[in-house]
């Protein structure tokens, strides 16, 4: 059974920084796509950033800039580091990993941003 646990998220204020770990356990096999999604309350979660096992990245263009999505060379341990974090980032968010066509899912990490 594949798990993957999140950690580093938390309170900060509006221009600072955190960075979000995800690391997977569980299978012998490494994840394929791996990524950040991210929840706000009422809506629907939506990608954040998304990281290949051959190193391509996607942003969705709101964060374009700001977060950096990153993979260990392991490629079971993604990245997500946040800068320049906006009130409008706060959210749950939440890593997912595609291993033999299967979906995992974190259980999130609250972001909070003060302004």
């Known amino acids: 059974q594949v798990q993957l646990v999140e950690s580093g998220g938390g309170l900060v204020q509006a221009g600072g920084s955190l960075r979000l770990s995800c690391v997977a356990s569980g299978s012998i096999f490494r994840p394929t796509t791996m990524g950040w999604y991210r929840q706000f309350p009422g809506k629907q979660r939506e990608l954040v950033a998304a990281?290949?096992?051959?190193?391509?990245?996607n942003y969705v263009d709101s964060v374009k800039g700001r977060f950096t999505i990153s993979r260990d060379n392991a490629k079971t341990t993604v990245y997500l580091q946040m800068n320049s974090l906006k009130p409008e980032d706060t959210a749950v968010y939440y890593c997912k990993a595609a291993l033999s066509a299967r979906n995992y899912w974190g259980t999130g990490t609250l972001v909070t941003v003060s302004s």
């Open positions: 990281i290949t096992s051959g190193g391509m990245t």
